[in-house]
C-alpha cells in the first residue's frame, strides 16, 4: 500500500528527563581588576538607589557584555550594629535584609520573618545570620540550579599586605575556601526558595568542624555569606576597610564596613578580596521520544511525482532495470509528526536516506527536547 501517514499509539513514545552541568569558573579578576580605566572599573555597574551592584564579565556598556551576579550587604532589626550611631544607609541595608529573608526563609507561626540560620534549623533556633553578604546569581549561569557539592568561594580575610593603584594584595595564609561540603546527601528544604546547603571553611587556619559560615540556596542561585566568616578567621580587628577601590585599605573591621561605608563602597571591598568562585550549573532537558516504524508492509511507495511514469498514458513505478513486476522500493529521508487535525508540528530529517523495501522493517526515533 502507498500510504503516507501513519497513526501512533499509546506505546509509541515515551518521556525522560535528562539533567545536564556546566562548570562556571570566575576568577578574582573578573570580579575586579580586569577592566579598570583611572580608577574607574568599567564592568561593575552601581545604580543611582545604591542598594546592590552588579558585575559583568565585561565592560557593562559593551553589547557583548553578560551578567554575573550581583552584590549587595544587610543586616537585620535584631544585629547589634542596627542600634549603631548613624549607620550609613542603616534603613536600607535592613530592608535588604528583609526582603532577602522573606524570599529565602520566609515566616514563622506568628507571621514575622525569620532571620537567616546558621545551620539551618530554623524551628530549633540556634546562632542567626544577622549581618550578611548576599551574591544574587545571573539566570544565565545558574539555569534551573547550582549543583549540590560543586559550590567553591575562596576570599582572602586577613590585612592588606601591599598592593599598588586601586588594587590591594592580602596575605596568602588569610585564604579560606568555603564550599557547600557533603550537600549532595545532606542538604535542607525548610525554604520557600527550594532546597539550599551549608558553607563550611578549609584552610590551615581553620580546621575541620567549624561552625557553617554561609548558606547556598541552589534553585534561587544565592549565596549568603555571614560577617563573622571575616571576624571569626581574622581575629576581631580584621581589616576591612569601608572601600579598598579608594585606598582604604586598612581603615577598619567588618563591622565598620557595615556601619561607616554605603553598600557600593561595602560591595567595593568584598570584590577585591574574592580571589576565586566556581559551581556547576544544571540544566533539566525533558525529552519525549516517538518510535515511528514502518512495517515490511508500509512506506515502500513513494508520492513523490517523479516516482511514477507517464509512458503510453499509464502510471507506472520508475524501477531501475525497467522491470514493471519489480520489488517497490522507496528511500525515506524524513520524518514527520503531526497533529490530529493534520498540522505539521515537527520535522526529523534524516543524515542519508535510508532503503525502504518489503523485505524489510525500519523504526526511526524521534526526540523533542523542551
Known amino acids: 500500500m502507498a500510504s503516507t501517514f501513519k497513526e501512533m499509539g499509546a506505546t509509541d513514545s515515551t518521556t525522560t528527563k535528562t539533567l545536564l552541568h556546566e562548570a562556571i569558573p570566575l576568577t578574582g579578576t573578573i570580579s575586579s581588576g580586569t577592566y579598570v580605566q583611572g580608577t574607574t572599573e568599567t564592568n561593575i555597574k552601581n545604580y543611582s538607589h545604591g542598594i546592590f551592584q552588579s558585575v559583568y564579565d565585561y565592560p557593562f556598556l559593551s553589547s557583548s557584555a553578560n551578567h554575573i551576579y550581583d552584590l549587595t550587604v544587610g543586616f537585620s532589626n535584631d544585629s547589634a550594629l542596627s542600634s549603631a550611631a548613624a549607620p550609613n544607609q542603616q534603613s536600607k541595608k535592613i530592608n535588604i535584609y528583609t526582603q532577602m529573608a522573606q524570599l529565602l526563609v520566609g515566616y514563622d507561626e506568628t507571621g514575622s520573618i525569620r532571620n537567616f540560620d546558621q545551620d539551618g534549623n530554623i524551628i530549633a533556633g540556634g546562632t542567626k545570620i544577622n549581618e550578611a553578604i548576599f551574591i544574587t546569581f545571573s ?26 593603584g586601586t588594587i590591594p594584595e592580602f596575605t596568602v595564609d588569610t585564604m579560606i575556601t568555603c564550599s557547600d561540603h557533603s550537600a549532595s546527601t545532606n542538604y535542607k528544604t525548610n525554604s520557600p526558595a527550594g532546597e539550599y546547603g551549608l558553607l563550611y571553611t578549609s584552610s590551615a587556619a581553620a580546621p575541620n568542624g567549624d561552625p557553617p559560615v554561609g548558606l547556598i540556596f541552589y534553585q534561587a542561585g544565592v549565596c549568603v555569606l555571614t560577617a563573622s566568616l571575616f571576624s571569626a578567621h581574622g581575629a576581631a580587628a580584621s ?7 579608594a585606598n582604604h585599605f586598612d581603615t577598619g573591621s567588618i563591622d565598620r564596613m557595615f556601619t561607616g561605608s554605603n553598600i557600593s563602597s561595602s560591595c567595593d571591598a568584598f570584590r577585591n578580596r574574592l580571589f576565586n568562585l566556581e559551581f556547576n550549573n544544571t540544566t533539566e532537558l525533558n525529552s519525549t521520544v516517538y518510535f515511528c516504524r514502518g512495517n515490511h508492509n508500509e512506506f515502500n511507495y513513494s508520492s513523490n511525482p517523479t516516482y511514477l511514469s507517464g509512458t503510453n498514458g499509464a502510471s507506472e513505478i520508475v524501477v531501475k532495470d525497467g522491470d514493471p513486476r519489480a520489488i517497490p522500493v522507496s528511500y525515506i529521508t524524513t520524518v514527520g509528526l503531526y497533529s490530529p487535525d493534520n498540522e505539521l508540528l515537527a520535522v526529523a530529517k534524516l543524515s542519508e536516506p535510508l532503503k525502504k523495501t518489503p523485505g524489510n522493517e525500519l523504526t526511526f526515533r524521534v526526540r523533542l527536547d523542551y
Open 139 to 164: 539566570r544565565l549561569l545558574v539555569k534551573d540550579e547550582i549543583k549540590k557539592e560543586s559550590f567553591q568561594l575562596i576570599i582572602d580575610t586577613g590585612s592588606v599586605d601591599g598592593g599598588t
Open 239 to 245: 581589616p576591612f576597610g569601608p572601600n579598598l577601590v
